[in-house]
């Protein structure tokens, strides 16, 4: 079973910078790509980056130019930078991993909260 445990969240200002970091035990090779998706009160749970196996990557609309995704050589860790926060960016975030088979592996989320 693949657990993926998430770190980096936490408070801060407008326009400021977090580093998110997802660090994933017992990865089979058949995960064919990581990513994050965040949660707002009473909103659906949405991508904002994905990273493939073969390193492509795509982005939500609304965090293009803003936030990277990347990860460690070992392919173990994702990592999302995310600057120029706003306060919409606020959300509990979830990391994913989509097997080949298009399952879905889930981290327990980890809170960003951008005050105005």
């Known amino acids: 079973q693949v657990q993926l445990v998430e770190s980096g969240g936490g408070l801060v200002q407008a326009g400021g910078s977090l580093r998110l970091s997802c660090a994933a035990s017992?990865?089979?090779?058949?995960?064919?790509?990581m990513g994050w998706y965040r949660q707002a009160p009473g909103k659906q749970r949405e991508l904002v980056a994905a990273?493939?196996?073969?390193?492509?990557?795509n982005y939500a609309d609304s965090v293009k130019g803003r936030f990277t995704i990347s990860r460690d050589n070992a392919k173990t860790t994702v990592y999302l930078q995310m600057n120029s926060l706003k306060p919409e960016d606020t959300a509990v975030y979830y990391c994913?991993?989509?097997?080949?088979?298009?399952?879905?592996?889930w981290g327990q989320g980890t809170q960003v909260t951008v005050s105005s």
């Open positions: 994913n991993a989509k097997s080949v088979s298009g399952y879905d592996y």
């Open positions: 990273i493939t196996s073969g390193g492509d990557t």
């Open positions: 017992r990865l089979r090779f058949n995960i064919r790509a």
